[in-house]
Each structure stands twice: as C-alpha cells, then as structure tokens.
C-alpha cells in the first residue's frame, strides 16, 4: 500500500509556548503583547530558515562544517 500526505512546513518548530511565556514574563499583555509575540515568531522562523538553508549547502558540499571531533576537541585553546 501506497500513502501519500501533503507536506507539513511547521511540524516540530513550533515556539509559540516559548515565546508567550517570555514575553508575559517580561509584562506584555494585550495588544503589545500579539505585536511584539509576531515580531518575535518571525525572528525564529526566519533563523530556522536560515539554519535549514546552511545545513542543505553543507549537504551539498558548498558550505564549511565542523565535525564532532572539531567541537569536542581537548586540543581548543580555551
């Protein structure tokens, strides 16, 4: 058997909870709250977008990459 679904964009990058929650910590309500929650909803797609984008060039061996022995490497100079 064959199943075919349509494509989900947002599946598993959904901040909303995050971000309502920052933003009511930091006193927003009402209208200044659904302003400033759009601009801050915008900002985290806009970065997941970009994370995706860098991570397709890497894929495709047009971007630098580090391996995990180049992050997790005892010779840092830290």
Same mark, same amino acid.
């Given at each position: 058997?064959? %199943? $075919?679904?349509? /494509?989900? &964009?947002? /599946? =598993?990058?959904?901040?909303?909870?995050?971000?309502?929650?920052?933003?009511?910590? &930091? =006193?927003?309500? +009402?209208?200044?709250?659904?302003?400033?929650?759009? /601009?801050?909803?915008?900002? $985290?797609?806009? @970065?997941?977008? =970009?994370?995706? !984008? %860098?991570?397709?060039?890497? @894929? &495709? +061996?047009? =971007?630098?990459?580090? %391996?995990?022995?180049? /992050?997790?490497?005892? !010779?840092?100079? !830290?």
């Amino acid at each position: 058997m064959l %199943t $075919i679904r349509p /494509v989900r &964009e947002n /599946v =598993g990058f959904d901040f909303s909870e995050q971000i309502l929650a920052d933003l009511i910590a &930091e =006193g927003y309500s +009402g209208d200044e709250l659904l302003k400033k929650f759009k /601009v801050k909803s915008s900002k $985290i797609k806009d @970065a997941i977008h =970009g994370l995706m !984008d %860098t991570a397709d060039n890497i @894929a &495709e +061996g047009k =971007g630098e990459y580090y %391996t995990m022995k180049d /992050v997790f490497s005892e !010779d840092s100079n !830290d």
